[in-house]
């Protein structure tokens, strides 16, 4: 989907550029130091002005209502959107993240790569929506905003905002996200506990002298009456 932003030139200025936005293709970032992904982003120009630059800001969000849910999906994301007679209410688009981006010159047409940097924290409402899900799609809005800097016919610098209002849609495979993090931290995920908490539970490790967290974890299950499935 192609997001087309107009401009209005003030008076007796050359008319200022307008703008698509493509979202071509998405994959994971290679030899990241942390987890990544990365969306190639296709920008075109309906005319031969020459582009300076272009103050890029992009609002990522997941368009969660616009892909199905089995009931497993239903069942793991319930803490997001309630019980299954809550969905009506309760099923939305949920932010992920804010970028800036600096595009340099361009006529035309130009490409550049927006990095996403991800984290495996299920207490990151984004996390917590990938990691519920089985297979499939994520659909995903980009909404564009900024700056656009550009020579006039005489070759001065004009300057033009870019409007919110219009978005590009991509679907990236949940398979992306998973190869993602297996990359990163295979087998494992990641649980955030406050201070008080944490020194409970490695009191708890301590005195009955269990050597791994994993041990820890699974002596309290048992006690609970909750074994492995």
Not at 92 to 112: D, E, I, K
Not at 183 to 197: C, I, K, Q, Y
Request: charged share 25%; glycine share 6%.
């Amino acid at each position: 989907m192609e997001a087309r932003l107009s401009s209005s030139p003030a008076g007796g200025e050359a008319a200022a550029p307008q703008l698509a936005f493509t979202i071509e293709g998405g994959g994971v970032l290679e030899y990241a130091a942390v987890p990544t992904l990365r969306f190639d982003l296709r920008i075109d120009s309906a005319s031969d002005v020459p582009i300076r630059s272009v103050a890029l800001n992009v609002q990522v969000r997941i368009a969660a209502t616009r892909r199905p849910y089995d009931e497993r999906d239903r069942e793991r994301l319930v803490e997001l959107f309630g019980q299954a007679g809550d969905w009506g209410r309760n099923l939305r688009s949920l932010h992920w993240t804010n970028l800036a981006l600096q595009v340099g010159p361009f006529t035309r047409s130009t490409r550049v790569e927006i990095p996403v940097t991800c984290t495996y924290d299920l207490e990151v409402t984004a996390s917590r929506y990938f990691h519920a899900l089985g297979d499939g799609d994520v659909p995903l809005e980009f909404l564009f905003g900024g700056m656009i800097f550009y020579a006039d016919p005489e070759g001065r610098l004009q300057v033009q905002p870019i409007s919110w209002n219009d978005e590009a849609e991509f679907k990236l495979p949940v398979s992306v996200w998973r190869e993602m993090m297996d990359h990163h931290f295979p087998n494992h995920a990641w649980l955030r506990l406050e201070g008080h908490a944490f020194d409970r539970l490695h009191a708890y490790k301590r005195d009955n002298t269990l050597l791994t967290w994993e041990d820890t974890v699974d002596s309290l299950l048992r006690a609970a009456g909750r074994e492995e499935a």
